[in-house]
T-cell receptor, first 115, second 113 residues
Framework: DTAVSQTPKYLVTQMGNDKSIKCEQN?????MYWYKQDSKKFLKIMFS???????INETVPNRFSPKSPDKAHLNLHINSLELGDSAVYFC??????????????FGPGTRLTVL | AQTVTQSQPEMSVQEAETVTLSCTYD???????LFWYKQPPSRQMILVIR??????QNATENRFSVNFQKAAKSFSLKISDSQLGDAAMYFC??????????FGTGTSLTVIP
């Protein structure tokens, strides 16, 4: 019944490694997002896809590459991990048409720790 | 540029009392949406309440209500009859027409038994 799910929930890895975080939503939404929440709890948007098309691409190192195989999935691949990449990464989704407010629904977050 | 400011990094309230969390935002738009999200220690982001800028009436959800002052660009959250489960980080967020959301830096709320 989980609306927005992320795997894994925890990820501990060494500097220089490549890792992926997966996100899936079963709400039928057409737009998905990736956010980074740092140690001070600041939420920063990274990417957004609408119907598999990239629509928001904030200033993020090109080591981060999102991929949306379909509108229910948005994965985040990170190359050459650095210490500063340690954070909680949230996936979110929303429906851009109809309804009121079209708020975002968030996944449970993935805590990434780079050693 | 749109910015959202939460000037209270930390707040505390006695159980059963009322607390108000402040939020101001900067925009030149007339049509937009405002949200309050709650992030408890479990880190799950949960929508508390939303407000459409074109609506004059303040939104209310059970013990949660907002004071939306459009001219002042202010959007405060009032929590009545505070409960221990209300302890969390609260984020104010803004979205104009389009897909991008802007979040404030959050207010950490402690509920004192």
């Amino acid at each position: 019944d989980t609306a927005v799910s992320q795997t894994p929930k925890y990820l501990v890895t060494q500097m220089g490694n490549d890792k992926s975080i997966k996100c899936e939503q079963n709400l039928g939404h057409d737009t998905m997002y990736w956010y980074k929440q740092d140690s001070k709890k600041f939420l920063k948007i990274m990417f957004s896809y609408n119907n598999k098309e990239l629509i928001i691409n904030e200033t993020v190192p090109n080591r981060f590459s999102p991929k949306s195989p379909d509108k229910a999935h948005l994965n985040l691949h990170i190359n050459s991990l650095e210490l500063g990449d340690s954070a909680v990464y949230f996936c979110a989704s929303r429906q851009t048409s109809g309804g009121s407010g079209n708020e975002q629904f968030f996944g449970p977050g993935t805590r990434l720790t780079v050693l | 540029a749109q910015t959202v400011t939460q000037s209270q990094p930390e707040m505390s309230v006695q159980e059963a009392e009322t607390v108000t969390l402040s939020c101001t935002y900067d925009t030149s738009e007339s049509d937009y949406y405002l949200f309050w999200y709650k992030q408890p220690p479990s880190r799950q982001m949960i929508l508390v309440i939303r407000q459409e800028a074109y609506k004059q009436q303040n939104a209310t959800e059970n013990r949660f209500s907002v004071n939306f002052q459009k001219a002042a660009k202010s959007f405060s959250l009032k929590i009545s009859d505070s409960q221990l489960g209300d302890a969390a980080m609260y984020f104010c967020a803004y979205r104009r027409t389009g897909n991008q959301f802007y979040f404030g830096t959050g207010t950490s709320l402690t509920v004192i038994p």
